[in-house]
């Protein structure tokens, strides 16, 4: 009994200290959400006026440009998975992961090849581990993304895009991401990026009202080679802020599970060690009385 003592007050040492690490992660994602939060939305209205701008050359200029082309029978597909490099995050990479085998298996019933670009180090793991081929991936930053690494990523994917010829060269480019609600909600959301579909359609007028003019300098062809790459790499510096925002919540509701848990087998663990003490205690004190009581029938028997 006294073994099993000592080892209930182990797994008890152990548990506790368990809930340190687990509550010590759970403060520092809390504490990092709200930058992270304050960063998706501090880069909201540049995206959204972008989005404008984009919207206003589509639609005032007669422009076709490859960026904004619907090919006649796309065959090739490239799907970016943003993924978190690390773990104690709950379902956070899985459910991305599964959003995006779902987006594959509708592509791929349309006729289309999947080319896989990775973002973050589960879904590199994930699709090694099942041996399956991926074009491109990039890590170490899924919980704190810079717009460098955005730029790098559209650039490699408007690249596939723009060569129709290339050992990858693609006619959809789709990105998979987490999408941040609120604390309590983060929605995994597939999204086209090319070809370019403007967001933003052509307003009629109200009322005798009259709609602006534009000026387009030099051309509109050359504003939109500045502004179509620039457009796409917003989208996916946005989508990064989103998902880095959703896994420091994932994780901070993870390891919150995981430090109630801790509480729980703290407490489980304590009310066993307790009762198997007063067990070896009984037992002690039966021990003894039994003694005693055969002592006490040895001498009366003399």
């Known amino acids: 009994m006294a073994v099993s003592l000592r080892e209930y007050r182990a797994r ?105 670009y990775i973002c973050g180090r589960k879904g590199e793991a994930y699709y090694k581990f099942r041996d399956r081929p991926v074009v491109a991936s990039w890590t170490g930053f899924s919980d704190q993304p810079s717009y460098e690494a955005a730029h790098e990523i559209g650039t490699t994917l408007i690249d596939a895009f723009l060569d129709k010829d290339g050992e990858h060269a693609v006619d959809e480019v789709h990105v998979v991401f987490t999408r941040f609600r609120s604390m309590l909600v983060q929605e995994p959301t597939d999204v086209r990026l090319l070809p370019l579909e403007v ?42 802020l989103q998902a880095a925002a959703s896994e420091l919540a994932a994780r901070q509701k993870a390891m919150k599970s995981a430090t109630d848990n801790a509480d729980e087998l703290i407490k489980k663990y304590t009310r066993i060690a307790n009762q198997a003490r007063q067990a070896g205690i009984t037992q002690e004190i039966s021990e003894i009385v039994g003694g005693v009581n055969a002592l006490a029938d040895a001498q009366s028997g003399e």
């Not at 009629?204 to 030099?218: A, M, R």
């Open 199 to 240: 967001v933003e359609g052509e307003e009629k007028p109200e009322n005798g009202d009259v709609l602006p003019l534009y000026e387009f300098e030099p051309s509109p062809e050359a504003v939109l080679d500045g502004l179509l790459p620039q457009y796409v790499q917003s989208r996916i510096f946005f989508a990064l």
């Open 12 to 116: 008890i040492k152990s548990t506790e200290s368990m809930k340190k690490i687990t509550r010590a992660m759970e403060l520092i994602a809390a504490s990092r959400i709200i930058k992270a939060q304050q960063r998706a939305q501090s880069a909201a209205p540049y995206a959204r006026e972008l989005t404008r701008a984009v919207s206003a050359v589509a639609t005032y200029s007669n422009v076709d440009h490859p960026l904004t082309q619907e090919p006649e029978n796309p065959t090739r597909a490239a799907v970016l998975i943003v993924t978190s490099d690390r773990g104690l995050a709950g379902a956070y990479s899985s459910s991305v992961l599964k959003e995006a085998e779902r987006l594959a298996e509708r592509l791929r019933e349309e006729g289309k090849e999947i080319q896989t």
